[in-house]
């Protein structure tokens, strides 16, 4: 049989402890444990804690493209705020206000081109929409169904997705789509809803959850949107309310969210069922999220209190060092 010294040129490092730091496939002999040692690496999907938000929200809109470039805005503090806040995987700046400070809006794009739709502009619903090119937020054409609560898709400002949301009174089916000048009605949810999760682009989009109109019923309901038409699709493993929203409609997260059970429980979205995964590490309703299954985001909501708690999802794997012996 051969050595390890014959494999790979060396005799095995004889070490009093453990190394703090191994490598994955490091071997050593630990001489205070008499054994040989090695590290092997398992790569684990999991949030873990990032920079605080400068100002604390819940109802709070949010739009980006990975853990490392995300855009917060509006929410409630209290007071309602029009704040809007970038971040670059290491620290949140304060940028340009909304024209209107909003709650309970619906955010779609990207950290340089992004839409706010609808919400409660001092305490009424509202129609509003407000273009951001990066450096400031621009009132353009209206919704034309004002709503709050309300769930969106969009890649950019050039196209978008509203849906869903709460009339004051009643709640509505009612879907839009945004061309980068004026919103048009399509064909409505199978299901009205609102407070709904959401992610996704347009022409692919996905409505998640949400509550029923006497806020009595948490969906657990799941549909899917092609450009023409939303499909009923499996539904979530845990009904809830919102939620931090990630990814496609073949690729998808959803974490946290309200009327759970377990408000800090996160699933995954393969395209066709959902599985639970790891669960944030700061319980929360009202929040938001931006990204991919690989690179998410999950900012403020209420803990209660509001919160500026910032997660970052590694879909890619946090690695982790397991350390096994010769025995």
């Known amino acids: ?23 994955e496939g490091q071997v050593w002999y630990n001489s205070t444990d008499n054994v040989v040692k090695g590290a092997a690496l398992t ?57 209107s400070a909003k709650q309970l809006a619906a955010g779609t794009g990207t950290q340089t081109s992004a839409l706010s ?4 502009v001092s305490s009424v619903k509202s129609a509003n929409t407000e273009s951001w090119n990066g450096t400031s937020w621009t009132e353009v054409n209206n919704l034309n169904t004002a709503r709050r609560d309300l769930g969106s898709a969009g890649a950019d400002t050039t196209a978008a997705l509203a849906f869903g949301g709460n009339l004051s009174p009643g709640i509505t089916a009612n879907t839009e789509s945004w061309n ?3 919103w048009t009605e399509v064909n409505d949810l199978n299901t009205s809803r609102i407070l709904p999760g959401s992610t996704g682009t347009q022409p692919s989009a996905l409505c998640i959850g949400g509550y029923n109109s006497a806020f009595t019923v948490v969906y657990d309901l799941t549909e899917s949107w092609n450009g023409t038409s939303w499909t009923e699709v499996n539904d979530l493993n ?7 929203g990630a990814g496609t409609t073949t690729a998808a997260l ?6 759970t059970p377990n408000p ?12 639970e995964t790891s669960d944030l590490n700061t319980a929360r309703s009202g929040l938001a999220g931006s990204g991919t299954t690989t690179s998410a985001l999950a900012f403020g909501g209420n803990v209660p209190p509001p ?14 060092t397991k350390t096994f012996t010769d025995s």
Request: charged share 15%; aromatic share 6%.
């Open 1 to 23: 049989m051969a050595t390890y010294k014959e494999i790979k040129g060396t005799q095995i490092e004889v070490l009093a402890s453990d190394p703090s730091n191994p490598v």
């Open 43 to 99: 790569a684990v999907a999991a949030w873990s804690t990032g920079a605080s938000m400068n100002t604390a929200r819940t109802q709070v809109s949010g739009a980006g493209t990975s853990n490392t470039s995300a855009l917060a805005f509006g929410g409630e503090g209290p007071p309602t705020t029009g704040a809007t806040e970038s971040y670059n995987g290491s620290a949140w700046t304060e940028v340009n206000d909304l024209n």
């Open 117 to 120: 739709m609808g919400g409660l």
């Open 180 to 182: 980068g000048t004026s």
């Open 238 to 244: 845990s009904a809830r309310v919102g939620g931090a």
């Open 254 to 259: 959803l974490g946290g969210g309200g009327d």
């Open 264 to 275: 800090a429980v996160t699933e995954e979205w393969d395209g066709s069922t959902w599985t």
């Open 307 to 320: 919160s500026a708690a910032t997660e970052e999802w590694n879909g890619a794997g946090v690695s982790i």
